[in-house]
Antibody, heavy 120, light 113 residues
Framework: EVQLVESGGGLVLPGGSLRLSCAAS????????MTWVRQAPSKGPEWVAN????????VYVDSVRGRFTISRDNDKNSLFVQMNNLRAEDTAVYYC?????????????WGQGTLVTVSS | QTVVTQEPSLTVSPGGTVTLTCASS?????????LNWLQQKPGQAPRALIY???RSHSWTPARFSGSLVGGTGALTLSGAQPEDEADYYC?????????????FGGGTKLTVL
């Protein structure tokens, strides 16, 4: 059974940093692109970042580029996002998701999310 | 900035048929946008129903189908059930000309009533 479990969320001051983790199990982690998607309270989801199978390619939404860094540890089946210089508008539930294989361009499995609150 | 537009809300009768649409500010939605449709119920993570415009996941009820109609993406629900009441989001891919990014639509709140 595919499982994705996020952790690391919490309350952080504006300008602060936070590192989220996503523990993956039930599939061959290093075969899949992975992604972070966030959802602000009462808003729709927003794609944040993708990383390819070996971590050599990373893409970001404009609003986080230069502040967030997506990474992965294939030996530990884990996905991360380092979030620096956090702003109030980064407040959201952060989900990790797995992308389908080959030509299956879809975030097929999702975690349950971890809440990040940026506030003074 | 790329904008993806959906109907804010729609209502369908139980057993009825409804089509949700997904339009792109850059022009026609094509197969290259790898259109996805996701369903989200309160308190839950989104769940992908349709990908690559018309392909269904193994868990997708057969009453959901995806297509392209007149340059927009479409999700058709035929024979709506009460459990289909949810928020629906489309998701489009934009290649390097637009930043190699994925963009969600604003979502459609579907009421089954």
């Amino acid at each position: 059974e595919v499982q994705l479990v996020e952790s690391g969320g919490g309350l952080v001051l504006p300008g602060g940093s936070l590192r989220l983790s996503c523990a993956a199990s039930g599939f061959t982690f290093n075969n899949h692109w992975m992604t972070w998607v966030r959802q602000a309270p009462s808003k729709g989801p927003e794609w944040v970042a993708n990383i390819n199978e070996d971590g050599s390619k990373r893409v970001y939404v404009d609003s986080v580029r230069g502040r967030f860094t997506i990474s992965r540890d294939n030996d530990k089946n884990s996905l991360f996002v380092q979030m620096n210089n956090l702003r109030a508008e980064d407040t959201a539930v952060y989900y990790c998701a797995r992308w389908g294989l080959n030509d299956n361009h879809t975030p097929d499995y999702w975690g349950q999310g971890t809440l990040v609150t940026v506030s003074s | 900035q790329t904008v993806v537009t959906q109907e804010p809300s729609l209502t369908v009768s139980p057993g009825g048929t409804v089509t949700l649409t997904c339009a792109s500010s850059t022009g026609a939605v094509t197969s290259g946008n790898h259109l996805n449709w996701l369903q989200q119920k309160p308190g839950q993570a989104p769940r992908a129903l349709i990908y690559n415009t018309y392909r269904s996941h193994s868990w997708t009820p057969a009453r959901f189908s995806g297509s392209l109609v007149g340059g927009t993406g479409a999700l058709t629900l035929s024979g709506a059930q009460p459990e289909d009441e949810a928020d629906y989001y489309c998701l489009l891919y934009y290649d390097h000309r637009y930043g190699d990014a994925w963009v969600f639509g604003g979502g459609t709140k579907l009421t089954v009533l």
